[in-house]
């Protein structure tokens, strides 16, 4: 189904079972050591006779220049959370701030935010809270467990979930979320730390259609693009299979840095050699450099791409796809973790290869 461009309306009208086997053997021990640009459309169309179910938006005109009037909540305040918090705050946002660890709170506090105890506090004071939760487990906890925020929403509040989980999670916390009257939107990101700090983020959303329009301002704030994708549950997936891909090609990617070094190749050389070619990407570019000097700052907790990967392989198994370059990409990952590198950044999956090799040598 085609992708359509969406003019914004002005806001007054408003695992896997086929694991591959060669991943089993990894067992030593690790080594120590845009913005928005104009474009012209016809926000006089009534937006309810659209046909299409997907919508794309890169770009923004008058009407959606417009502020978000009402107060906004922000709910986790991680490596992305605080950045995107940040940016709604130095935009001009009211905004109310929660996160478990209250001193991650401070630096926003300091910028103008506000402070409350709990996420039902939180949401019972806004008129849109977002959520930017590490897990499924967390997301639905903050959403629906003890003083969570669903117990502050009512008719007239939206809630907005930008964290990364499964599709049922998504469909668990829009129910409680609609049993209270209030609105649901679905909007997990695709990018990481700088793009989260530049501001530079695609939304993947899904569900309240009329909440989506209200908050796109606040999305234009936060990111570069925002799509639009239909019922809760279809933003959930289309992350969850962006970061399956993005989780293979790092391993793959790892794979062919430590092949180059051992045959007797600069493996920056190859960083230069792909970023030019026809697999040239970002994240080679960005992250190869580091990768070769065994360094890896964390900008995506390797933890979270497992958990990704795990998500996905669930989603495949659901419908009987097959997904075994991703189920040996997750092996790796799992062994990574097991190593310690949690924390580090998910590049330091090339860590376990590397373990791999010295075992064989």
Known sequence: MPSTLLAKPNINNLLSSTAMALCSAFCPRISANFRPKPFS??????????????????????????????????????????????????????????????????????????YRSSPEEVAANCDVTFAML?????????????????RGMGPGKGYVDISTVDVATSKLINEHIKARGALFLEAPVSGSKKPAEDGQLIFLTAG??????????????????????????????????VNMIMGSMMASFSEGILLSKKVGLDPSVLVEVVSQGAISAPMYSLKGPSMVKSQYPTAFPLKHQQKDLRLALGLAESV????????????L?????????????????????????????
């Open 208 to 241: 309240d259609r009329s909440l989506y329009e209200l908050v796109s301002p606040l999305l234009d704030i936060l990111g570069k693009s925002r799509f639009y994708l239909g019922e809760v549950g279809n933003g959930a997936a289309m992350k969850l299979v």
């Open 41 to 114: 459309s016809s926000p006089s169309k009534p937006l309810l006779s659209l046909s299409f179910k997907v919508f794309s938006s890169q770009a923004t005109d008058a009407s959606s220049q417009d502020k978000f009037s009402g107060r906004v909540g922000f709910l986790g305040l991680g490596i992305m959370g605080s950045p995107m918090a940040q940016n709604l705050i130095k935009a001009g946002c009211d905004v109310i701030v929660w996160n478990r660890t209250k001193s991650k709170c401070d630096p926003l506090i300091s910028l103008g935010a506000k």
């Open 320 to 331: 009987s796809q097959s997904t075994p370059i991703a189920a040996a990409a997750n092996e």
């Open 333 to 361: 990952y799992k062994v990574a973790k097991s190593y310690g590198l949690s924390d580090e950044d998910f590049s330091a999956v090339i860590e376990a290869l590397k373990a791999k090799s010295q075992d064989t040598a």
């Open 134 to 150: 590490a897990d499924p487990e967390s997301a639905i906890d903050v959403a629906c467990g003890k003083n969570g925020a669903v």
